[in-house]
């Protein structure tokens, strides 16, 4: 199949524009209905250009879902009228009463910008990501660290998977309490091994002259980006205060 038209902008333009869908929808009253509908119509078009499956998009942004329950466990004990943010929530304001209004509020804006991020995800390899924030003159400190994570987190994945086919291997299948213990040492082996990799590889980048600043690929434009900027702005503008 071939690539979706957003897959050739610059990943600079395709961060600015995932930055405006979200403090756009963050600063949307929760009342304006029809404006979240739009929103989430612009990231199926996205989502659709880049020919992205569905299904994979929709299954990453239920990651949001445990801070979504955190936030509806305390909803009920909210009283009448409580403000969020800068919006008055009460019942005289709005036709819904404001514990569920508060609820929608959080889940559709947490949701859309979980789903703007995982489209920018699926379209720009995280390399390209870092380079795009360093154009944008994102510290470069926190890019390092940015990248380091990533670099160790899959580190942390290999040594699980590691760790997860010894026991295999070993018939280990813990499923009583009894066993907290034996789990517990494999943890602290688990991340003494992964520590210890970790070690390794920053040693072996010492090694080859690495001194804490990631080279930078030159930025190239490409001849969708303005275009396609203006386009976004001009929708997500209409969206915004479009609809009443």
């Known amino acids: 199949m071939s690539p979706g038209p957003i897959l050739f902008l610059s990943p600079r333009t395709k961060i600015l524009i995932t930055l405006a869908v979200v403090v756009v929808c963050v600063s949307t009253p929760a009342n304006r209905f029809p404006a979240f509908l739009g929103y989430l119509a612009f990231l199926f078009g996205f989502a659709a250009l880049i020919r992205v499956e569905l299904r994979r998009v929709l299954r990453h942004t239920l990651a949001v879902l445990p801070f979504l329950l955190m936030i509806a466990v305390f909803v009920p004990f909210l009283p009448e009228g409580q403000p969020a943010g800068s919006l008055s929530l009460g019942s005289s304001v709005h036709p819904f009463p404001s514990k569920l209004l508060v609820l929608w509020n959080s889940a559709i804006k947490a949701w859309t910008g979980a789903f703007a991020l995982v489209i920018l995800g699926a379209s720009t390899p995280f390399p390209e990501l870092l380079h795009g924030l360093e154009h944008l003159r994102f510290p470069r400190l926190l890019l390092a660290l ?10 942390f994945a290999e040594e699980f998977s590691r760790t997860r086919r010894a026991l295999a291997a070993r018939a280990f299948r813990p499923r009583w309490l009894w066993q907290a213990g034996a789990i517990g ?4 082996s688990f991340f003494l091994r992964a520590y210890e990799r970790g070690e ?45």
């Open 185 to 188: 040492r494999l943890i602290g």
């Open 200 to 244: 390794r590889v920053y040693l072996a980048m010492l090694g080859r002259g690495f001194t804490g600043v990631f080279p930078v690929a030159p930025h190239t434009s490409h001849a969708g980006d303005l275009p396609a900027l203006i386009l976004s702005a001009i929708i997500l503008a209409g969206l915004r205060w479009g609809a009443a």
């Open 146 to 155: 940015l990248a380091v994570t990533h670099r160790y987190g899959l580190v």
